[in-house]
Structure formats: C-alpha cells, structure tokens
C-alpha cells in the first residue's frame, strides 16, 4: 500500500461510516444516475424503470410480485407493493421485471475491484488495507443488515402457518437478489482509495447509490429501490438500541425495536417504566427477563425482591438472582474505597459468572485473575 493510500484511509473510512449510518429521504436524481452508471458498466441496457419503496420491506414485497414468489404475502404489504410498482407504471406480475442482474451489476465488479486491489498490494497489505477500511464497519453493518433481513422474513411469512418455511424460503430467494446500497460501505470502503467520491473497476454506480439510497434490487427492466431509514439510534457498541420506540424506522412505518442490540415487541418497552420484582419474575421469556433486570437495575432488584447476600469478604458481597428457565445472576457489591468529591464512596455492581462462590472470586474475575492471585496492593 502505497503512502498516500495509507494517508486517505481514516477519512475514507470515516466518510463511508457516515454513509452507512445516513438517515432521511433519498436523493433519488443521484441514486437513479448511479443506478444507470452501474448498468452501463456491466454492458446492459438501462431499466426501463425505477420503483422507489419506502423500505426493505417493501422493496422485498414488490421483487416478490416481480420474480413470482408472492403466494402467501400478506395482503396488506401486497397491496402497498403493487401500488408502489403500478405507481411507476410497473405491472405487478412475474416476469414484468425480467431477471436479475445483481451478478453483473455488483458481484462481478467487486470482485475485479478486490483481485486488482490484492494483486497491487499482495495478501499482507490487502489485509492491512481491509483492517483499516472495511473492517471498522463491517461488524455493525453487518449486525444492521442481518437485523433488517429477518425483520423482513418475519413480517412477511407471518401467519403463513402452514407454508412458512417454503414462504419463508421465497423470502430469503428474494432478498438474496438486493444490493445493499448504504449498507455496502465497508465493501466500498477498502476498494474506494478517495472516498465515497471514488470507486474504479465497475464500482462507481453502486457507490453513486450507496451514497444516495438504501437497498436495491437490480432486474433487467426494473429497478426496485428502498428509501433510508428516517430513524437510527445505537448504544456505544453500535447495537440497535431504544427506551422509548423504534430503533429503527423506515418512512412506510417499517420500524424495529430493540434494547442493547435485542429484538423486543414493539409493545413490550411501553411496559419498562412500570416494571416491579413480581413483574420480572413472572415474565416466562428468559430473554425479556434479562432486558426487563437491565433496565429496572439489578441493585434496585435486589433491594425491592428482598435478596439475601450468599457471601460477604473484604473485597464485597457476593448477591444471587435465581431466575426460572434461565442462568442465575450473581453480582459483586464493591465500594470504591476513593471517595467522591463530597466525601462518599460509590458503590458498584460487577456481573460475574455463576459458577461464582465468593466475593472475592467474582472481583478476581474481573481483572481475569483467578481468587489465589487476585491481591492487589490498593483497592481503589
């Protein structure tokens, strides 16, 4: 990798995060240039139509319509999709779209970008440059797109009982022919040497639409394209995470909800602010308990359930939740022994294992010391 690669890297890097990270309305005179730069670099005519949706789901509802795996969409989405497409002037029916050309728009020029970028740096700096471009964001895209996927597939295959899993199976089939626009960042990111402004090898159209669009499903005739999300809130670890609505929303009312990167009901965080030890105790899912425990406060649990402290030593107290159908929780009660500003000392709560049996082997723990070598010359 030459110098001047290495010195475009972090804002290469940083400028696809904010693509994929974009919210609000598409710019759909930019994504539908890129669209038709993109057609034009694979050798195929340009479609002869664009069908704008308002979101992943929708997008997926009309390539259904479009590839003739419809059979078993809810009605309601169905209806939206083949307005959306009839809106463009599009016949909601198989084979009004032609076949895809996913492969010939985006499989095949990422991979001539990637063999020119190997070939040019060789294995040890292509890895170096993946570890400095994509890598940063491929972790989060990733979990963001896989969320969205199965929020899609279980949208539409619900209440398909008895034909879910081929309904489900048409599902996937179809999602498998998206590009993924904003998403595709982190595979932009170490091809792009300049930047979202930059991609060579075929590349500059799905770049043009990731900066504009979200995900697209490129066919012979047809182009279906989802709006961005409206709505994107993360926790520190970039996870889905929201108290008090949808983690993720799309403009059609396309929304996933989430707490710390768990899926919850749309319905169950209406229930956070209400919560009691009787509440959590009763809930029979394990991991709605769980996000139920994090958000009441595992000290105030433990205060208002009337726990009891199952060991006690000079480093803390040792505290067991046993919970039904699930792991216990056993915390470390530990006061740090330097005093706040105004002369008191904080107390903290350590999540340990629970294999734990004393204090003292939980706060070991988490200094990934075992109970024996764990002596510290000053707690602070």
Same mark, same amino acid.
């Given at each position: 990798?030459?110098? @001047?690669?290495?010195?475009?890297?972090?804002m290469?890097?940083?400028?696809?995060?904010a693509?994929?990270?974009?919210?609000?309305?598409?710019?759909?005179?930019? &994504?539908?240039? @890129? +669209?038709?730069?993109?057609?034009?670099?694979?050798?195929?005519?340009?479609?002869?139509?664009?069908v704008?949706?308002?979101?992943?789901?929708?997008?997926?509802?009309?390539?259904?319509?479009?590839?003739?795996?419809?059979? /078993?969409?809810?009605?309601?989405?169905?209806?939206?999709?083949?307005? *959306?497409?009839a809106?463009?002037?599009?016949?909601?029916?198989?084979?009004?779209?032609?076949?895809?050309?996913?492969? *010939?728009?985006?499989?095949?020029?990422?991979?001539?970008?990637?063999?020119?970028? %190997?070939?040019?740096?060789?294995? &040890?700096?292509?890895?170096?440059?993946?570890?400095?471009?994509?890598?940063p964001?491929?972790?989060?895209?990733?979990?963001?797109?896989?969320?969205?996927?199965?929020?899609?597939?279980?949208?539409?295959t619900?209440?398909?009982?008895?034909?879910? *899993?081929?309904?489900?199976?048409?599902?996937?089939?179809?999602?498998?022919?998206?590009?993924?626009?904003? %998403?595709?960042?982190?595979w932009l990111?170490?091809?792009?040497e300049?930047g979202p402004?930059?991609?060579? !090898?075929?590349?500059?159209?799905?770049?043009?639409?990731?900066?504009?669009?979200?995900?697209?499903?490129?066919?012979?005739?047809?182009?279906?394209? *989802?709006?961005? #999300?409206?709505?994107? %809130?993360?926790?520190?670890?970039?996870?889905?995470?929201?108290?008090?609505?949808p983690?993720?929303?799309?403009p059609?009312?396309?929304?996933?909800? &989430?707490?710390?990167?768990m899926?919850?009901?749309p !319905?169950?965080? !209406?229930?956070?602010?209400?919560?009691?030890?009787?509440? +959590?105790?009763?809930?029979e899912? &394990?991991?709605l308990?769980? =996000?139920?425990?994090?958000h009441?406060?595992?000290?105030?649990?433990?205060?208002e359930?009337g726990?009891?402290?199952? %060991?006690?030593d000079?480093?803390? =107290?040792?505290?067991?939740?046993?919970?039904?159908?699930?792991?216990?929780? =056993?915390?470390?009660? =530990?006061?740090?022994?330097?005093?706040?500003?105004?002369?008191?000392?904080?107390?903290?709560?350590?999540?340990? #294992?629970?294999?734990?049996?004393?204090?003292?082997?939980?706060?070991?723990w988490?200094? /990934?010391? !075992?109970?024996?070598?764990?002596?510290?010359?000053?707690?602070?």
């Open positions: 990798m030459t110098t @001047g690669a290495m010195e475009t890297t972090p290469t890097t940083e400028r696809w995060r693509v994929a990270a974009a919210t609000g309305p598409a710019d759909r005179e930019a &994504a539908g240039a @890129g +669209i038709r730069l993109a057609y034009e670099a694979a050798g195929l005519a340009p479609p002869e139509r664009i704008w949706t308002g979101s992943p789901l929708a997008g997926t509802a009309a390539a259904l319509l479009l590839t003739g795996r419809a059979e /078993g969409l809810p009605g309601e989405v169905a209806e939206r999709a083949a307005d *959306a497409l809106a463009a002037g599009v016949e909601p029916v198989a084979g009004a779209a032609g076949s895809s050309v996913r492969e *010939a728009v985006r499989t095949r020029p990422w991979a001539r970008a990637r063999q020119r970028a %190997h070939t040019a740096l060789g294995p &040890a700096g292509w890895a170096q440059r993946w570890a400095l471009t994509g890598a964001l491929w972790d989060v895209t990733r979990a963001l797109t896989e969320r969205i996927r199965t929020g899609v597939i279980e949208t539409l619900e209440g398909a009982a008895t034909e879910r *899993a081929d309904q489900e199976t048409a599902v996937r089939l179809t999602l498998l022919d998206a590009v993924l626009g904003q %998403h595709d960042a982190p990111a170490s091809v792009a300049g402004d930059d991609s060579g !090898d075929g590349l500059a159209g799905p770049a043009a639409v990731a900066r504009a669009a979200g995900w697209w499903w490129p066919y012979e005739k047809v182009v279906v394209v *989802a709006e961005r #999300p409206v709505g994107l %809130h993360r926790d520190e670890a970039g996870r889905l995470d929201r108290g008090d609505g983690a993720l929303a799309f059609d009312g396309f929304a996933l909800y &989430a707490w710390r990167g899926p919850v009901p !319905d169950f965080l !209406d229930q956070l602010g209400e919560l009691t030890p009787d509440r +959590i105790r009763a809930e899912n &394990a991991e308990r769980r =996000v139920m425990l994090e009441y406060g595992y000290d105030r649990y433990l205060d359930s726990a009891q402290p199952v %060991h006690r000079e480093t803390g =107290v040792l505290w067991r939740i046993d919970l039904a159908d699930d792991e216990p929780v =056993v915390m470390v009660e =530990v006061v740090n022994s330097t005093p706040e500003p105004d002369g008191t000392h904080r107390t903290y709560w350590l999540r340990v #294992p629970p294999r734990t049996r004393t204090a003292r082997e939980g706060v070991a988490t200094f /990934g010391l !075992d109970a024996a070598t764990y002596v510290p010359e000053r707690e602070t």
